[in-house]
């Protein structure tokens, strides 16, 4: 039996106070425990601190109790608030026991009708009273199939005025912004009949709707019976913003006349985030609202690639564009980390997709009209120029088209030398490798000269994503790229990212015996080499199977793949961080 937990005292002077610090919860797991119960326990240590004082747990089952003895020091301010913060809760039951042994209870969250809580507000809120000088228990029981966060405060009926009328004007602000870009890109739509701006309709609608719904103002203004649609609401607007977010992106950036592939993406994005809003209408709310949550950074994380990509390839319009929406992603990325228990509860992660979407909804919509004013610019710079065209003289068409050929030409050298490189490490990949193993075995030349094949895989890598993060994975493959790049450079070979972890390495001119100290002395460069990434210090090692294909040695590529990958597997089966040949050694 532990000691009574101190009292929160409400001295003389505030008129608003966080609750954080001082409550203590219990994971109640089966959600089974009664009111008694749960009072006795919170004299125990069952109950214990919020963990660095942060009240958001992320998804979780069963329910939570809260408690937190209050004393009142005001006797001016016997009436108070209590105000959960967060709009998405489904049952909140308060429990209030007074000195005398009687208790107070009331209800709340989206789960019971909007119209029975005390101050008609979007977060749910609770009348207390707080005689001076008297010590009552809070008790506050939590069960939702949302993400649990319960940030809880106690305000004079003053100051939640004051909060009242502050939020409102922000949340006012916001809407009036979004709704504005709205009706002025509705008018624009109406007078130019450019599909961009129409589905940059659809994503600024269904994403206004989106926060409408994460704010509790579609509880309070939509469906405020309806703890259906409380739930449902949530994953099929996310679904339905995710949808005008891609058919948006593959409009503006033309993905189907530029970037036939991505535009097949994007299409086949589109159909999955719709499926994901259909089966949201059957699936519980704590299993489709974590599912479409994450799908938002897929999304988006495929916008900012199509992006680059675009970037990379000249589109100009593509700039601004990548500029909102990595604006949007560091928004949400702060909002959905919130949800999932990852980052504290702050004004910049509770607020910050407010914040990172109006920046966006600000910049795409710049972006439009800069695509169309240089859109524009390009029809009367083309008309412009057909006039001179038909003034000039046949040597000047014949000067200008030689010199139009050059520079396609030159473009698609860029293309093909970018088509053979990896994006992430800037090795070469692994169809630009199939090739020259092929040629390489194919050509008269060679036959006069052993070869070898390295394959290179490192070990546990998984385990270095899942621990630190992608990022840090990607500066491993990088470092080792790197590395081997520059050993298969100093033997005149060739190193490419074969897939995933794995590496190869073409040796012209090297027997078994060179081939294994080469393998010997890449798996030592990487065993020896410290990377440094996002505050981790990482330490690697890898695997090596080498095959070596002899002089006048006839063997398909795939087969001598084949034999270095079986080399590979017992290198990882003898323990990993070693170098295996293959069984035929010519």
């Known amino acids: ?39 006795s326990q919170a004299q ?65 969250g989206d789960h019971v009708p909007f119209y029975n809580r005390f101050v008609r507000f979007r977060h749910p809120n609770f009348r207390i009273d707080l005689p001076a000088g008297t010590r009552v228990e809070l008790l506050l029981r939590v069960q939702s199939e949302s993400s649990m966060q319960v940030p809880l405060v106690l305000f004079t009926p003053q100051a939640f005025a ?68 409380a739930d449902a609401a949530v994953p099929i607007s996310i679904c339905l913003a995710l949808m005008g977010m891609q058919m948006f992106s593959r409009s503006f950036l033309d993905l189907q006349a530029r970037w036939p592939a991505g535009n097949i993406a994007c299409l086949v994005m589109v159909g999955v985030f719709g499926a994901m809003g259909v089966a949201s209408i059957w699936l519980p709310y704590s299993t489709a609202t974590p599912i479409v949550s994450r799908a938002v950074l897929l999304g988006i994380a495929w916008i900012i690639t199509a992006s680059v990509v675009m970037l990379l390839r000249g589109y100009k319009p593509a700039r601004l564009f990548l500029l909102a929406w990595s604006m949007f992603l560091i928004g949400t990325t702060a909002f959905t980390l919130l949800a999932f228990a990852i980052l504290p509860q702050s004004f910049w992660t509770q607020y910050g997709v407010q914040i990172g979407s109006a920046l966006e909804l600000l910049l795409l919509s710049l972006a439009l009209g800069h695509r169309y004013a240089g859109l524009r610019n390009a029809n009367i710079r083309l008309v412009q120029d057909a006039n001179e065209r038909l003034e000039r003289g046949l040597i000047d068409r014949t000067r200008e088209l030689r010199t139009t050929l050059a520079q396609l030409g030159e473009a698609n050298v860029k293309l093909q030398e970018f088509s053979r490189r990896d994006p992430l490490t800037g090795a070469y990949n692994r169809r630009h490798f199939h090739e020259a193993l092929t040629k390489a075995l194919d050509t008269s030349g060679n036959k006069h000269k052993s070869q070898a094949l ?49 590496f190869v390495l073409l040796l012209p001119g090297t027997d078994a015996r060179m081939a294994l100290q ?61 170098v295996r040949h293959s069984i035929s050694v010519a």
């Not at 981790?536 to 294909?549: D, E, N, R, W």
């Open 162 to 229: 004051e909060l009242m009328r502050d939020t409102q004007f922000a949340n006012g602000l916001y809407y009036g912004i979004v709704l504005a870009l709205l009706c002025y890109n509705l008018v624009l739509w109406l007078m130019l009949r450019d599909s961009s701006y129409f589905w940059y309709l659809l994503h600024t609608l269904a994403f206004g709707l989106v926060l409408f719904t994460l704010n509790g103002y579609g509880f309070e203004y939509l469906w405020p019976t309806s703890a259906w649609l």
């Open 518 to 578: 080469t393998a010997e002395t890449v798996r030592l460069r990487i065993q020896q080499t410290i990377i440094h990434s996002h505050g981790h210090v990482i330490q690697l090692s890898a695997s090596i199977g080498v095959h070596t294909i002899g002089v006048q040695q006839d063997i398909l590529p795939d087969e001598a793949i084949r034999l270095a990958d079986e080399a590979l597997y017992r290198a990882k089966h003898d323990g990993r961080n070693c």
């Open 454 to 502: 390295l394959l290179l895989d490192i070990d546990h890598f998984k385990r270095i994503n899942d621990q630190y993060g992608h990022l840090v994975g990607d500066d491993c493959l990088k470092s080792i790229s790197r590395s081997i790049n520059e050993i298969a450079q100093t033997l005149n070979g060739l190193a490419a990212r074969y897939g995933g972890e794995e």
């Open 44 to 108: 125990t240590d069952v109950f214990a601190p919020l963990p660095g004082g942060n009240p958001a747990f992320g998804f979780q089952t069963g329910a939570y109790w809260f408690y937190l003895p209050i004393e009142n020091m005001q006797r001016d301010e016997p009436r108070w608030l209590l105000v959960q913060e967060y709009a998405l809760s489904d049952h909140l039951d308060l429990y209030l026991r007074y000195p005398d042994g009687h208790v107070e209870h009331q209800q709340g």
């Open 1 to 39: 039996m532990a000691s009574a937990p101190p009292a929160l005292r409400l001295d003389a002077g505030d008129n608003s106070f966080q609750l954080s610090p001082g409550l203590r919860y219990w994971h109640d797991q089966h959600a089974n425990a009664s009111p008694e119960q749960a009072f």
